[in-house]
């Protein structure tokens, strides 16, 4: 039984793709430009300096609870209401420069503040799962006889199971009993989407991928 998913943000898919991860699972990592909050960040970014969108590069997502309407970049001078608000820290790579880019309910702020590049928020939850999504991306292009590049990232929620099944157990497997933490992961094709469940290990279709 899953014990709790907390969707992060309103509008926006909110994943961290990194090199590292890819590289050392022996997968290459999903084009970040397909990730709708990571190409609203990379808009902004192009917008205010005049920086190509195709010589920005995605270096992580970090999904935050900004304390106010901020988005932890406050202007001198201004109020703003304090009420949490749940979005994104988005660093950003051009032209040798890391860039922060903050965001909630799709509006988007490239941060120039001193302490941009520090933790945004107590609480902030760092979500790296390029190895879960590829996983999940080649077993659905399997099953449906289709090129990867065809499957898309709808949505990802984090979540915490109560056993290894994760949710979807088989008939006659015993799992161990342990919590277990991973993400719910929409992946679509064409006019179909197929929920996924995954742990640090398995992307599992869940339910289970009946013909169309």
Known sequence: ?????????????????????????GAT?????????ARLAIDALSAETGIPKDRITVDSVTAVDW????????KPGMGYLTVITPGHKIALRADGAIHFVHEANGRAIVCRQLDAAADPAAG??????????????QDLARRLNVPE??????????????DAALDCP???????QVETTGWILVLGHGKREFKYHADAQRAIPCPAISAE
């Open 1 to 25: 039984m899953k014990r709790h998913a907390t969707p992060l943000g309103a509008a926006a898919i909110f994943v961290a793709m990194t090199a590292c991860q890819a590289a050392t699972n």
């Open 67 to 74: 304390p106010d309407g901020s988005l932890g970049c406050p």
């Open 29 to 37: 990592p999903p084009q970040d430009a397909e990730l709708p909050v």
């Open 170 to 176: 088989e008939p006659g497997t015993q799992y161990p």
């Open 124 to 137: 902030s939850r760092q979500l790296q799962f390029g190895k879960q999504f590829q996983l999940a991306r």
């Open 149 to 162: 590049s065809a499957i898309r990232l709808s949505a990802a929620t984090p979540a915490v199971w109560d």
